[in-house]
């Protein structure tokens, strides 16, 4: 039988998720802050539709990514090269959840509910959830946002409204993480998306050992507040300064 979670009680350990659906844990009908932060410390993540309780997963395996194997390939480096784009960290936190939200070709609705967007936006206002965002002509066309805890970022969802927005944004990010001293990105899912960008499934118990050393574990970036990215770290992406896959 399914487990119940409240605010206030202990997550079941990911350990005990189903096989079928993959990583299902537990259900409830409570999604705040301080629940979702109990979570990503455990490698639970929630996930779920309008018409559902809140479901918790922990699949095995896990897709993630290390920094230093990320690819940037050589049409998006010609890109972030040439393209007249703009860089901007946390200046529109819940723009970009919306536009992640916004209905896709291939989906046939979201996740990002109200109160999905509220439980994110309070944690960016507590410091711990962040976006990057690429503006074009003076328009947010396309970004990502997530969730840091130590040295470990959660990747939740991106968008984008011009060719390769997206993407500018995550190989900023991944170039600024790597500078802070984060090891790990949480893509969660496995997608030939992610895997083309480097991302590969690790077993859910290395992702828990790993986890459990990681956000607990300072990074070189401010625990609280906007992030700031460094103006090295954004010339040297503009330059293509990082690995080029074949």
């Not at 897709?63 to 194997?69: A, F, G």
């Not at 990502?144 to 969802?157: N, Q, V």
Request: proline share 4%; hydrophobic share 45%.
């Amino acid at each position: 039988m399914l487990a119940w979670i409240n605010t206030g009680d202990a997550f079941p350990h990911a350990s005990e998720a189903l096989r079928d659906p993959n990583g299902l844990l537990c259900a409830g009908l409570d999604l705040n802050a301080e629940l979702v932060l109990k979570a990503y410390e455990r490698g639970i993540y929630p996930w779920y539709s309008d018409d559902q309780p809140v479901l918790w997963w922990s699949p095995d395996p896990r897709m993630v990514l290390y920094p230093h194997d990320f690819k940037l390939h050589r049409s998006l480096r010609k890109t972030l090269m040439h393209a007249a784009y703009e860089i901007r960290v946390d200046t529109a936190f819940e723009d970009v959840m919306r536009a992640c939200a916004d209905p896709r070709p291939e989906q046939d609705g979201t996740w990002i509910s109200e109160a999905v967007i509220d439980a994110y936006c309070d944690l960016h206002r507590a410091g711990f959830a962040h976006c990057v965002e690429t503006w074009i002509d003076g328009e947010l066309a396309g970004g990502l946002y997530g969730i840091a805890l130590g040295r470990a970022f959660f990747g939740e969802s991106m968008f984008m409204r011009r060719t390769d927005a997206s993407k500018i944004a995550f190989a900023h990010l991944v170039a600024q993480l790597s500078r802070w001293g984060f090891e790990l990105i949480d893509c969660q899912q496995q997608t030939r998306h992610l895997a083309s960008m480097g991302a590969a499934p690790i077993s859910r118990e290395k992702f828990l050992s790993e986890l459990d050393r990681l956000v607990h574990s300072s990074a070189a970036v401010p625990r609280s507040g906007a992030w700031q990215f460094d103006a090295e770290v954004l010339r040297e992406v503009r330059c293509g300064v990082v690995s080029v896959a074949e």
